[in-house]
């Protein structure tokens, strides 16, 4: 799963504590959050999606700017879902 980018190394342990939704025998909806549950997954890599292009343009004004952006990511595996305390 790719998520914001996390300042974490590759290997190492990252825990959720707040999770929204948990579905397991039944589907249990966070109020905001679901009590007493977290995630903990571990950092596979770390990365840079492909590059979009923002091109501005005003005609009869000769304005043209062109921008590239690239999003950090990190990537994580689950690796279990605890819940109660």
């Given at each position: 799963?790719?998520?914001?980018?996390?300042?974490?190394?590759?290997?190492?342990?990252?825990?959720?504590?707040?999770?929204?939704?948990?579905?397991?025998?039944?589907?249990?909806?966070?109020?905001p959050?679901?009590?007493?549950?977290?995630?903990?997954?571990?950092?596979?890599?770390?990365?840079?999606?492909?590059?979009?292009?923002?091109?501005?343009?005003?005609?009869?004004?000769?304005?043209?700017?062109?921008?590239?952006?690239?999003?950090?990511?990190?990537k994580?595996?689950?690796?279990?879902?605890?819940?109660?305390?």
């Amino acid at each position: 799963m790719d998520i914001e980018k996390l300042d974490k190394k590759e290997g190492d342990e990252v825990t959720f504590e707040e999770v929204l939704l948990l579905e397991d025998d039944e589907t249990e909806i966070g109020k905001p959050i679901v009590e007493k549950a977290s995630v903990k997954a571990e950092v596979v890599e770390q990365g840079r999606e492909e590059k979009k292009i923002v091109y501005k343009y005003k005609p009869k004004k000769r304005q043209r700017k062109k921008k590239g952006h690239r999003q950090p990511y990190t990537k994580v595996e689950i690796k279990e879902i605890v819940v109660g305390s």
